[in-house]
């Protein structure tokens, strides 16, 4: 059996969808993007591949605001192998190729190529009730930032001349109306904990980690699901810190090129500024977290360096404590141990 190689480019209404087979491609057609076209698009696979029940189909589709999302759950029901690999290596591979043309096909073309050449991991879905977690921790945070939002507005016509009136009052009853809104969110995620002890337990382990705490902890807890479920539960921790972006990257070339390191800044961008203010946090406290920094300072590490490795290994410690469900464990034994007993 020949592997069948898609690459779909989605949009809000639509997708295109491209096949690379025995290293040629072909842009197959257009459909639209609801029930009625995902079934349409399974019947002209199968005619104009020829494919059969079993045979193995691994589609790449890029993740576009959460547009793929219901196709992505679709084609994996069907058994067929879904892929949503980073935009930007995508975007590196098609430079490679010298594409420089842009269209919703040569896209759809692009990540098929990609699917056959790259082979990118397998996605499957969160558990629902980790998925609806998500969903309302991604709400708690557009609403926090639209309340800052509001209030920043707010202070910045205080005091200035020339402003009606009504324009504070409207902004203070908007303040009002998303604080409410922000409050009866934040009682939702406390409820749905309630209903899956599970989950609670789960966040209340991880918490014991240094450098975690209410602000990350349950977007940490979602991420270790994630990781969980796209490995089968055979990720391991080095993996996991690329996943996040927060994998080393060194710039060397020769004997003369030495640049900076830094890291790849892969993954979900929100998550890493979480991690490394909880690593701020963290190593003022008197916990592992605090050894781990000041022995790589007292080595010569920059601060923000030392930090950012803090950050990693918080992500290192909240596998292990969630693979294992686990208490965590000092590795100094009883140096710093204070803040986890």
Do not use: C
Request: aromatic share 6%.
């Amino acid at each position: 059996m020949t592997p069948v190689y898609l690459g779909i480019d989605i949009a809000k209404a639509s997708f295109s969808v491209a096949r690379w087979q025995n290293n040629q491609g072909e842009s197959l057609d257009e459909f639209a993007n609801t029930h009625a076209g995902f079934l349409q698009l399974v019947a002209t696979v199968t005619q104009a591949a020829g494919v059969h029940p079993g045979d193995p189909i691994h589609v790449a589709l890029e993740p576009t605001g959460g547009y793929e999302l219901a196709l992505a759950l679709f084609l994996h029901e069907q058994g067929w192998q879904v892929s949503r690999p980073n935009p930007k290596r995508v975007r590196d591979f098609a430079k490679g190729l010298g594409r420089r043309a842009k269209t919703d096909r040569l896209d759809a073309l692009v990540l098929a190529q990609y699917a056959a050449e790259r082979k990118p991991s397998a996605w499957a879905p969160l558990q629902s009730e980790v998925s609806e977690l998500e969903s309302l921790l991604s709400r708690q945070r557009e609403l926090e930032q639209m309340l800052g939002q509001e209030k920043r507005r707010l202070e910045a016509l205080s005091g200035r001349p020339g402003v009606a009136a009504g324009v504070p009052e409207t902004i203070e009853r908007m303040i009002e109306s998303l604080q409410a809104t922000l409050t009866q969110v934040e009682e939702a995620i406390r409820a749905h904990l309630k209903q899956y002890a599970n989950l609670q337990q789960e966040a209340k382990r991880l918490r014991q980690v240094p450098g975690i705490g209410e602000r990350n902890g349950l977007a940490l807890l979602v991420l270790m699901h994630r990781w969980h479920t796209l490995t089968g539960g055979r990720g391991e921790a080095k993996g996991l810190v690329a996943f996040v972006g927060l994998d080393p990257q060194t710039h060397e070339s020769g004997t003369s090129v030495r640049g900076r390191g830094t890291i790849s800044r892969m993954g979900d961008r929100r998550l890493r500024p979480r991690l490394y203010m909880g690593a701020l946090g963290g190593v003022r406290g008197d916990n592992a977290l605090r050894v781990f920094y000041q022995r790589l300072v007292g080595r010569g590490n920059r601060k923000k360096v030392a930090l950012v490795a803090a950050a990693r290994k918080i992500v290192v410690w909240a596998w292990a404590v969630f693979r294992d469900q686990s208490d965590f464990q000092s590795p100094y034994g009883a140096a710093g141990a204070a803040a986890t007993a």
